[in-house]
């Protein structure tokens, strides 16, 4: 008789004295099959849960990593090492244990409802293994927090909270223009951003003329343009949805680094904060601005902007409740008259899943990190790849010829 034809045997004669509880038989034949056939790794996994069920947890823990030292993935053998662990009392490690165990499972197909149970107690096992580890760490972390700035303690609280398994990295992914050495940072500092008083403090104003644009919303229609304007026959991907949509619309200030006829004089003090922001100020191509509208029950996909050597601004005009944002990581709410500065080539996305419309203004701006030179370059740059084109070039940084653009002609922004 051929080996794996004993192993299936004796494992079939296991499994029926556990189901009688005769778990001492159980090993009884299970190791005897074993001598025969060292590595068949049912037999082991059987081999451990009738030393469990006797209460024989070392032993079974042997069994088990003997398993993973044949299969080191093998997702059963992980999910037992990790109840062993916590049955012996080495509960820190066991919850290490746990975490390695779901990542696992969280990959496999097709699992029965007892493995599902038991994955989900181990998710809750090692949730509150990390959660455990987090009050042990905070005192630390707080003093670490405490001696430095907003900017130092936010990339300490990065730190922890990658270093805890809750955060992920995200990195610029701009579809277009990289340029070196910029960080990956989901929002910006307020140190970094000093300009942003000055734009809050024109809230009420901005307001007021955003008021006047909407009561002329039906006059206006044409003026209203789909954020989302990709040409016919181009891939749309996860744009298909909101192509040439009405459910989120432009009210364009600044386009192509002009003031947009008809629309900016409709709004002459939003005008003239914008000229007092460090917006980047490009021949044919920015500064860039406009009114977002975002209709009701409406999502804008996950998605990545064009360059990194720009930020995108918000300013939240009119926001009801139900709408959120999401840079990377880091998930905020729109408050009315709160600006921030995000960067827009990290994965981004938001939603309004309120019934009223949300409206903010959106323009970009330099990174604080490009030095005056930078920044004179990059703009000399763009006018050379223009003159070298000989086309219309798309506005903001732009898109590259053939690609599908936004109403904000490569703004590509929330």
């Known amino acids: 008789m051929q080996p794996d034809v004993q192993a299936q045997r004796a494992n079939g004669a296991a499994m029926a004295a556990m189901k009688s509880g005769n778990y001492a038989d159980a090993q009884a034949i299970l190791e005897d ?14 081999l451990a849960a009738a030393r469990r069920a006797m209460g024989r947890h070392a032993d079974a823990l042997a069994a088990v990593e003997h398993v993973l030292t044949l299969e080191p993935r093998q997702f059963m053998a ?19 244990a746990y ?57 300490m609280a990065f730190f922890t909270d990658h270093l805890l398994g809750r955060r992920k990295v995200y990195l610029q992914q701009p579809t277009h223009y990289h340029y070196p050495d910029m960080p990956s ?18 809230t009420a104003d901005i307001q007021q003329e955003l008021a006047g644009v909407l009561a002329e919303e039906a006059a206006l229609a044409d003026a209203f343009v789909p954020y989302i304007n990709y040409a016919d026959g181009l891939p749309l991907d996860q744009w298909a949805e909101l192509n040439h949509s009405p459910r989120w619309t ?20 939003t005008l003239a904060v914008l000229q007092q922001m460090p917006q980047p100020r ?34 939240p005009l009119v926001v009801p409740p139900g709408c959120g944002f999401r840079v990377g990581n880091v998930t905020r709410e729109w408050q009315v008259g709160v600006g921030w500065a995000f960067d827009d080539t990290i994965e981004h996305e938001a939603w309004n899943d309120s019934d ?33 084109q000989a086309q219309q070039p798309s506005g903001g940084f732009g898109a590259a010829p053939l690609t599908p653009k936004t109403s904000g002609g490569g703004f590509s922004s929330l």
């Open 250 to 269: 432009a009210f364009h200030l600044l386009q192509h680094g002009l003031p947009v006829p008809g629309n900016a004089e409709r709004c002459p003090k």
């Open 356 to 388: 009223q419309t949300r409206v903010i203004l959106i323009f970009d701006i330099w990174s604080p990190r490009l030095s005056v030179a930078e920044q004179d370059f990059l703009a000399h740059v763009m006018a050379a790849m223009d003159e070298f």
């Open 185 to 202: 940072i989901e929002f910006y500092d307020r140190e970094e951003c000093p300009w942003l008083p000055t734009l809050e403090a024109a």
């Open 78 to 96: 992980l999910l037992m090492r990790a109840s062993l662990l916590q049955a012996l009392g080495r509960k820190r490690e066991a919850g290490e």
């Open 33 to 46: 099959a074993l001598r025969q056939a060292p590595r068949e790794l049912p037999l082991w996994l059987n």
């Open 99 to 155: 975490g390695i165990a779901v990542a696992m499972g969280d990959a496999q197909e097709g699992l029965d409802p007892p493995t599902q149970r038991a994955l989900e107690q181990a998710r809750k096992a090692h949730a509150a293994h990390i959660q455990e580890m987090a009050d042990f760490l905070r005192p630390t972390v707080d003093q670490g927090a405490g001696r430095g700035n907003s900017a130092a303690a936010r990339r």
């Open 282 to 315: 490009m021949v044919r191509r920015s500064p860039a601005g406009m009114f977002s509208l975002l209709k009701p029950r409406t999502r804008i996909p996950p998605h990545t902007g064009v360059a990194n050597t720009r930020l995108v601004v918000h300013l």
